[in-house]
């Protein structure tokens, strides 16, 4: 009993230490408060840490359960030590980016209920608890969203993003009713339990149907995706935090919950029908944009796509990878964004850019050399003898694509863009089969058919981006619809509007 306590408690330490920051926030100011939040936030990284060697260090062992209605797991202590990674770098960066503006105090407070709901979401065990973790994010998140409370676009996606919180709850709700009800128990763990003694009810099969509906509310697919993208109004850390952090939850749930999923095929085609249709979309919008930010953020909203489709897919190793990988980018992107800024001014000083050579596109040689990586990494997995199905080295090739399809410069030859091409695709499809080899505690289970769907899809977006890049004037209507993310935020800001009015501009605006 004496050293089964400590192993209950240290998944639970990080959620602890990061909700003292209010107390903190209470008691210091200035440069002291961000070195006591930087301080607290080491510690619960080191926590999280040594829960993660802990479960390392004895597989297939359960932990015991950290309080009622809490459980730790592989999964949740890989994501958790991401999180408090995130968080301890984000806090670093915001005593500098802040330093001088009011409320910083309000900052670090909320900044750490933020990070303390989320391992608390990522221990929960139970409806009630993964409900309720949920929710105090969102509703603590939205200190951040509105720390400049004279920006009308941030109160603006402040207040989209609570309606369509308050929906995903609500569905929430009707999928913990409907399981609970079923089973006579609101727990996860007996949940997967009894999925595996046998088919779903078609209670359950509704239950996973509300998860799913909830959990695209929560990660901005399109069409509710307008507040993820009117969310550059706030400070660029909480940019980080958000699209790096907060917004891959669905997909943790999603994992998590991965029996549910399975035994409810309508559940899985609705994530690989709104997966696919955001990413293709999304990633057509993404190629219009001028600014570093929304540029992010759409990218933000197609990898979402991306993610709950492989989800869909029943790829989970690969989705929690494309997880793990993607909060590194985009929080390295957001809190580098002022380098581009500068690059561009140092290019200025050296003398005006053609637009002939900016313009030029690398399509027909990155496409070949997209190409040749397909085979060279579809080689590197028949060597590896790999469980895989044969048609996810052609889907991930495609997926990726979109961070390749950049413009350059004259200087830059056919020949360089196919070799970069194919070395890129073959590098990140060589890491993947590596990551596979982790214990990261997920188990796959591939639909053929779906993926034969998916694959389609993903070239029909390659096929658009290179047309969406020529400057053809045949094509600059859908230049334009792209441009405007083919208009479907307005249309959803007028219903929420009208739906749940609100003043969205600053008191003092005439």
Known sequence: MSTSLPLATLPLLPAALMLATPALARLSTGARLWRSLQLIAGLALLAALLSLGLQLTRPGETLPAPLPGLAASLTAAWVAVLVQGLGLVIGVFSSRYLEGEPGQPRYVAALGGVLASVHLLLLADHWLVLIAAWAAVGLVLQRLLCFYADRPFA?????????????????????????????????????????QAGPAALALQASAVCLVLAVMLRTALLPVHGWLIQVMEAPTPVSALLHAGVVNLGGVVLIRLAPLL??????????????LATAVLAGLAMLTRVSIKLRLAWSTVAQMGFMLLECGLGL?????????????????????????????????LRGPVPMASTASLIGAPLAAGVLLGVLLTAAVQGLALSAWPAWWTALLALAWAP??????????????????????????????????????????????A??????????????????????????????????????????????????????WTPSSAT
């Open 155 to 195: 109160l603006l996606a402040a207040h989209k993003k609570r309606l369509a919180d308050r929906l995903a709850d609500a569905l929430l709700i009707a999928a913990a009713g409907l399981a609970w009800h079923e089973l006579g128990t609101g727990s996860l763990s007996e949940l997967r339990q009894q999925l």
């Open 262 to 275: 399975e035994a409810a095929p309508l559940a899985r085609w609705l994530l690989v029908g709104a997966g």
């Open 316 to 348: 989970y190793t690969l989705a929690l990878l494309h997880l793990l990988g993607h909060s590194l980018y985009k929080a390295h992107s957001f809190l580098a964004a002022s380098g581009a800024v500068d690059d561009t001014r140092s290019r200025l």
């Open 403 to 448: 961070l390749l399809w950049q413009r350059t410069t004259d200087t830059t030859g056919s020949w360089q863009a196919a070799c970069s091409g194919a070395a890129m695709v073959l590098a990140l499809g060589a890491a993947a089969l590596l990551g596979h080899q982790l214990p990261l505690g997920v188990q796959d289970s591939p639909d053929h």
């Open 450 to 503: 779906a993926g034969l769907v998916a694959l389609g899809g993903m070239t029909l977006l390659y096929a658009a981006m290179a047309l969406i890049q020529r400057q053809h004037p045949a094509l600059a209507s859908w230049r334009r619809r792209s441009y405007a993310g083919f208009y479907a935020d307005e249309l959803v800001t007028r219903a929420a509007l009208r739906l749940w009015p609100t003043r």
